[in-house]
């Protein structure tokens, strides 16, 4: 079975510094999906960011990029020029590739909190 | 989000009552999802839908029964609520098995007391 691992419960970053977030993750699967979604105080679930396993580069939306090392199977979040409004908790999630059921499994979640 | 509608969006309720939460969608998608969420297990699956009539369970199933009788719509009941119910639940939907990103909603919080 897939497992996600996020190993930092809670984070602090000071604005406009830069933070990265871990995650790692466990699968035998070739074909597969990396996201980063994030959920403030709203509840809402926003997706942040994704990876397709079968792209070597690394996927980047604005101040947000990773850095994915499929051999150590490992799916950092970096943030880049902090603010405010990036304070939220952070899923890392995966989903098996190809045409599946398309079930997310999520890790635990780090709480990120930016200091002005 | 794609235009995903949880209702209610708090719920109290008493121990061994039962209790349906309801997903509707406006977007045609195939698959439906309900998840839950608690502090330090991040989000967990319960059970899915891939068509209208076919679900399967997802990881924490126990206690939880679903019915979908419409595309647009996704129940989420339990038969008999306990206090290790009490949860975020959240709905979630994907267009069909080829479409990378879920939408969620809003999600209903569950106190079970």
């Known amino acids: 079975a897939q497992t996600v691992t996020q190993s930092q419960p809670e984070m602090s970053v000071q604005e406009a510094e830069t933070v990265t977030l871990s995650c790692t993750y466990d699968t035998s699967e070739s074909d597969y999906y990396l996201f980063w979604y994030k959920q403030p105080p709203s509840r809402q679930m926003i997706l942040v960011i994704r990876q397709e396993a079968y792209k070597q580069q690394n996927a980047t939306e604005n101040r947000f990029s990773v850095n994915f090392q499929k051999a150590a199977k490992s799916f950092s979040l970096k943030i880049s020029d902090s603010q405010l409004g990036d304070a939220a908790m952070y899923f890392c999630?995966?989903?098996?590739?190809?045409?599946?059921?398309?079930?997310?499994?999520f890790g635990k979640g780090t709480k990120l909190s930016v200091k002005p | 989000d794609a235009g995903i509608t949880q209702s209610p969006r708090h719920k109290v309720t008493e121990t061994g009552t039962p209790v349906t939460l309801r997903c509707h969608q406006t977007e045609n998608h195939r698959y439906m999802y309900w998840y839950r969420q608690d502090p330090g297990h991040g989000l967990r699956l319960i059970h899915y839908?891939?068509?209208?009539?076919?679900?399967d369970k997802g990881e924490v199933s126990d206690g939880y029964s679903v019915s979908r009788s419409k595309t647009e719509d996704f129940l989420l009941t339990l038969e008999s609520a306990t206090s290790s119910q009490t949860s975020v639940y959240f709905c979630a939907t994907r267009p069909d098995m080829f479409a990378e990103k879920l939408f969620f909603g809003s999600g209903t919080q569950l106190s079970v007391l």
């Open positions: 999630a995966y989903r098996t590739g190809g045409g599946s059921q398309g079930n997310l499994i």
């Open positions: 839908s891939y068509g209208v009539k076919d679900t």
